[in-house]
């Protein structure tokens, strides 16, 4: 056999049949995830949501992208752990398989990231909210929701602006003009003087007492983000991402955004409402009784309106310096922390303590590390609102999908326990096969469809998935 040679020079090709376009068998997930959304009738409810805010049918101008291929995107960027929309809207168009799943012939480009940005502003947060319901009802539907018994935590995400992009809110100088006026005020430059940049940052390096407040500076890139002390112990510009999980199914009821600088004290009870409101608004019946937090979260104030719609609440107290001053806060405030005192000391309290630190963090390792949302790329909480809670409505379809079809992410089909898992099961149930084909031959009858060909043409990952119903 002769040795093939690459082309240095190749002409394009004038004209492609159909039956010359390249294709794709497609990915084994993908397709069980299309087929799931299909049955469910995800496409057709979403875009009955969406219909408001277009143009109606048969107006002037080329019609827009369909919100389920937008959505789908999402889902890719999720799957695929891509942050970025350029990402998400190059593996998109590079791959076969999700092109099939796009539903995006090869004769049509896939959406770009621009396309990405113009869905994403025409759609309010009120049209993501929705979607996170009718995931959230696709959920219940498979039992995966229970919603007694909820936890909550909260993270940072990095926002997509520097610290150098900072202004002083009153006069509106940066950051190296106010280490400017700080020279000349202490005397080591004179006011005709202008130091070089070695010197700004030299100074800057030995002053004390470089705190930076919210208060006094804003970004100029993201105004809506605030100065943070991250996880990994930076100060960078970031937002606070707070997710409220069923303790009991890991299924997240809410992933809300707030401004960096608002602590764990002061959400507690929005993020608990929020929870119950989806799941109201989803027209399920489950009733949040039961909430568990760290003792970050530990205030009289949220203690006391959780408690009062009806929701327990399971916070320990930290320890504080000097002598406690709940005798002079109202009477239903020292009513609810001494309740939840009293329900931290029991054994229920250590259990769910294990659950909520193993399961909301958990999650937040699927949503913000592998899912690509620990760094976002979007200016303005609502857009960064939206994204991450299409990452968390994806995530809950992701356990969906474990439950229906045992794998939970199309990286699953490629780990060593995964395909290893696979293979042994496509193996026994070729054994098992074998036999029935042996049974049927000494009956004299004969099955309808040979599976061993099925196992050739699609090969033990299908075999196996499509063996057990999948």
């Not at 049918?57 to 919100?67: A, L």
């Not at 076969?96 to 025409?122: I, K, M, N, Q, Y």
């Not at 608004?281 to 003792?295: F, H, M, R, Y």
């Not at 104030?301 to 916070?315: C, H, N, P």
Request: aromatic share 6%.
């Amino acid at each position: 056999m002769g040795m093939g040679r690459r082309e240095r020079d190749r002409q394009d090709v004038l004209f492609v049949t159909a039956q010359q376009l390249p294709k794709s068998q497609g990915h084994a997930f993908y397709k069980r995830l299309n087929r799931l959304l299909s049955e469910a009738g995800f496409d057709r409810d979403i875009e009955k949501l969406c219909e408001p805010y277009y143009q109606p049918t048969g107006t002037r101008g080329r019609p827009s992208v369909p919100p389920g291929v937008y959505f789908r995107m999402l889902m890719v960027g999720y799957f695929e752990g891509i942050g970025s929309q350029r990402g998400i809207a190059w593996r998109c168009a590079d791959s076969l398989s999700l092109r099939e799943f796009l539903g995006v012939p090869l004769t049509e480009a896939t959406p770009d990231h621009s396309t990405l940005s113009r869905v994403r502003d025409r759609l309010p947060l009120e049209v993501h909210q929705e979607v996170f319901r009718l995931v959230l009802q696709l959920a219940a539907q498979q039992g995966l929701l229970k919603g007694k018994t909820v936890a909550v935590d909260s993270t940072t995400l990095e926002a997509d602006a520097a610290m150098k992009s900072i202004v002083r809110r009153d006069t509106g100088e940066d950051w190296k003009a106010y280490v400017i006026g700080l020279m000349k005020k202490e005397g080591v430059i004179e006011k005709g003087d202008e130091p070089s940049d070695e010197e700004v940052r030299r100074f800057d390096k030995k002053r004390k007492n470089k705190k930076v407040s919210n208060a006094e500076w804003v970004s100029t890139t993201d105004p809506s983000a605030r100065i943070t002390k991250l996880k990994d112990g930076r100060t960078h510009l970031a937002y606070k991402a707070e997710h409220v999980v069923d303790i009991d199914t890991e299924l997240i009821l809410a992933a809300e955004v707030y401004h960096g600088d608002h602590s764990d004290t002061k959400t507690l009870c929005d993020s608990v409402m929020e929870a119950q409101t989806h799941l109201s608004e989803a027209g399920l019946e489950a009733q949040i009784e039961e909430a568990v937090a760290d003792k970050g979260y530990h205030a009289a104030e949220q203690l006391e309106l959780v408690t009062s719609v009806g929701v327990r609440t399971y916070v320990p107290e930290p320890k504080r310096r000097g002598e406690s001053r709940l005798s002079a806060k109202p009477v239903e405030q020292q009513r609810a922390v001494k309740g939840n005192r009293r329900r931290t000391k029991t054994a229920k309290n250590k259990r769910l303590q294990r659950l909520r630190s193993e399961r909301v963090e958990r999650s937040f390792a699927h949503v913000c590390d592998t899912g690509g949302s620990r760094r976002t790329w979007l200016r303005g909480i609502d857009k960064v609102r939206k994204r991450l809670l299409t990452s968390a409505l994806v995530r809950n379809l992701g356990l969906v999908m474990r439950k229906l079809f045992g794998i939970g992410t199309p990286r699953g089909l490629q780990g060593e326990g995964g395909s290893a898992g696979l293979m042994q099961l496509a193996w026994l149930l070729i054994a098992a096969m074998k036999n029935l084909w042996d049974t049927h031959a000494r009956l004299g009858a004969r099955p309808t469809e040979s599976r061993l060909q099925l196992l050739t043409v699609g090969g033990p990952q299908e075999y196996a998935l499509r063996s057990t119903g999948c």
